[in-house]
């Protein structure tokens, strides 16, 4: 306990400095590090021979040396900023110790100086260390960003097919990590005194050899205290905005009205967490530090102690500390002036956009039918999804045994049919037999298995607009020829669009008829894909889809269409975005949404600044 108070007693002593330094640092590690990473993950594209990162690409891009070179020199790059943060906060720590006031300027020079050390050949284990300690330096940070994670499907499946793999490496880093916080002084050592990365952890080992489990057990405690913290103050406050908002908004509008405070409080916590907890944990450690390193018998150690307080105190001589400090708060305030300029600079240009309206011109999707209301793929999903006015109707397409087109999401029967076999293997005559309906609800008992002609016969009737998605198998024969034949037939080129994962798919859609709409179904969204010279838009999962993507887009003249979107929030936003088509389960719904979406002017302009900011 005593050691939390001293820490705490260090941080209070230059508290406004370190704050003010953690702001800093944060503000130009992303003004710089985004740049970088983004330049080197580019690069690492272009030198495995690909013009962009997708789907179908991604096994090619992971079998290449060369993105690994560039994945480790971005590790590297992180780890210095991280290196420079925590080297800042050692020295603001040193400062407090002596009772001298400091500056964030000085703070991160001085993180500066002692990170650039590592350039040295000696002192390179520094990086490595940096990385080990991460999780009990950064921790706040770091599970802030993993809480809002989704991965896509191809790192899911990844993950799966390298279960073991991964687990072992988790296991080894984490073993790496506990040897690590047993000689988490190393860092003192290598930036108050100046030794190289061995001699460090050497010292650390001796120092800590009769306190390294109670020092242990003390960062493993503050950080789950801060994490858990954290959490439960995003809670707390968000049930707080909700109980004062509902008293002041009605019904209708107060789930996104609520969701879009409870973001605001929840980004304003873990950015307020993620400033001060790696002081916190730092002034903890250097507390610990400085209580136990007292006894340190080590000659060298001594000597160096010595004379860098001596030459502190000679520095000390003839310097005016307010006038110093004076000039390192205007340095601050004229970066900020200087930040803020460069911004309005871009708003005035139209690099940076602050819309305030909604754009409703976004069309609703029906996902495989109203297939929320109905058997999915089904003739009757399609029906009410024309009823229920969607715009597009959304179909999956294989293909029998004996070359007919059916509606049909799965290549096993098994899930919508309770039969288990492959639709490949079979003849349309079997596949006609079965009942998706049942299983889906009595009232639809007897449903039928719909083929393509029979879809674009009912379309061509009732003004359908089809999404047409194809699900090519190695052993299908003539598929897609196929389906372009039956678009052809019915002359259905200008009411649907073809959708697909596989662009070599899509590119022989366009080669067999041009005037056919082509949509490229991305499951992961990185590099210069919008350029693709076959197709005509992207379909993107809703949580891949930002302001950017949607700019970046549109500025080739492409559609992006949605996947799949069912809750009022998520449509909200998405109209913020100006997203061209919304696939959804929930149409009818969707449609009431997007017709009421300007009800509300002040929650639409609320919407449009969280999305623009």
């Not at 306990?1 to 001293?6: H, I, P, R, S, V």
């Not at 991604?58 to 590297?76: D, G, N, Q, W």
């Not at 800590?208 to 950080?223: Q, T």
């Amino acid at each position: 306990m005593k050691n939390f108070k001293d820490g705490i007693a260090l941080l209070k002593f230059n508290l406004s400095s370190v704050i003010l330094f953690e702001v800093m640092h944060k503000i130009i590690s992303i003004a710089i590090l985004a740049p970088i990473v983004y330049s080197i993950l580019n690069f690492s594209i272009d030198i495995a021979g690909l013009n962009y990162l997708y789907s179908s690409t991604m096994m090619l891009y992971f079998t290449k040396p060369s993105t690994y070179a560039c994945f480790f020199v971005i590790v590297l790059v992180l780890a210095m900023f991280f290196l420079i943060n925590i080297c800042g906060i050692i020295c603001a720590m040193d400062y407090s110790k002596r009772g001298e006031k400091t500056n964030p300027v000085v703070l991160m020079l001085k993180g500066m100086f002692h990170a650039f050390r590592v350039i040295s050949p000696k002192n390179m284990g520094i990086i490595f260390y940096v990385l080990a300690v991460l999780p009990v330096t950064f921790s706040v940070m770091i599970s802030g960003s993993l809480f809002g994670i989704q991965l896509p499907e191809f790192f899911r499946q990844f993950i799966k097919v390298n279960e073991r793999t991964i687990g072992i490496a988790l296991i080894i880093y984490v073993i790496i990590c506990v040897i690590t916080i047993f000689r988490i002084f190393a860092l003192n050592y290598y930036t108050l005194h100046g030794f190289t990365f061995k001699e460090s952890i050497g010292l650390s080992k001796k120092v800590m050899k009769h306190h390294a489990l109670g020092i242990f057990l003390g960062v493993i405690f503050l950080n789950i205290a801060l994490v858990g913290i954290m959490f439960l103050l995003e809670t707390v406050f968000a049930l707080a905005a909700k109980g004062v908002l509902s008293k002041f908004i009605s019904s209708k509008a107060l789930s996104f009205v609520v969701d879009i405070a409870a973001e605001i409080i929840f980004f304003a916590v873990y950015i307020t967490f993620s400033i001060i907890s790696t002081p916190l944990i730092y002034s903890y450690i250097c507390s610990c530090f400085y209580r136990f390193e007292e006894n340190c018998d080590n000659e060298e150690v001594l000597e160096r102690r010595a004379k860098r307080l001596k030459d502190i105190e000679e520095n000390k001589e003839g310097r005016d500390v307010s006038k110093r400090n004076a000039i390192a708060y205007g340095a601050i305030v004229v970066f900020g002036v200087l930040l803020n300029g460069l911004y309005i600079y871009l708003s005035m240009t139209n690099q940076v956009e602050l819309d305030i309206y909604y754009s409703t011109r976004a069309l609703v999707t029906a996902h495989r039918g109203d297939s929320k209301h109905a058997p999915e793929n089904t003739m009757a999903a399609i029906r009410l999804a024309v009823e229920n006015q969607a715009d597009i109707v959304e179909i999956d397409i294989r293909q029998t045994k004996d070359g007919v087109l059916v509606l049909m999401h799965d290549e096993s029967l098994f899930r919508t049919t309770g039969v288990d076999k492959l639709v490949g293997d079979v003849y349309y005559g079997y596949v006609a037999t079965l009942d998706p309906g049942s299983d889906f609800s009595e009232e639809y008992a007897g449903e039928r298995v719909p083929t393509l002609k029979e879809a674009l016969e009912y379309g061509k009737e009732n003004d359908v607009f089809y999404n047409i998605e194809l699900k090519p198998e190695d052993y299908y024969e003539g598929y897609v020829e196929n389906v372009v034949s039956l678009i052809d037939q019915y002359d259905y080129q200008d009411d649907c669009v073809v959708a697909s994962s596989d662009e070599d798919v899509l590119r022989k859609v366009k080669v067999l008829d041009p005037n056919i709409k082509t949509v490229c179904i991305l499951y992961v969204v990185y590099g210069n894909f919008q350029d693709m010279e076959f197709v005509d838009g992207y379909s993107v999962r809703h949580n891949f889809v930002n302001k950017d993507l949607v700019k970046k887009i549109h500025g080739f003249d492409k559609e992006i269409y949605v996947w799949t979107v069912n809750s009022e929030t998520k449509i909200k936003k998405l109209l913020l975005l100006d997203v061209d088509s919304i696939i959804t389960d929930i149409p009818y719904e969707a449609k009431e949404i997007i017709y009421s979406a300007n009800e509300s002017l002040f929650t639409d302009w609320l919407g449009r600044l969280i999305e623009g900011y």
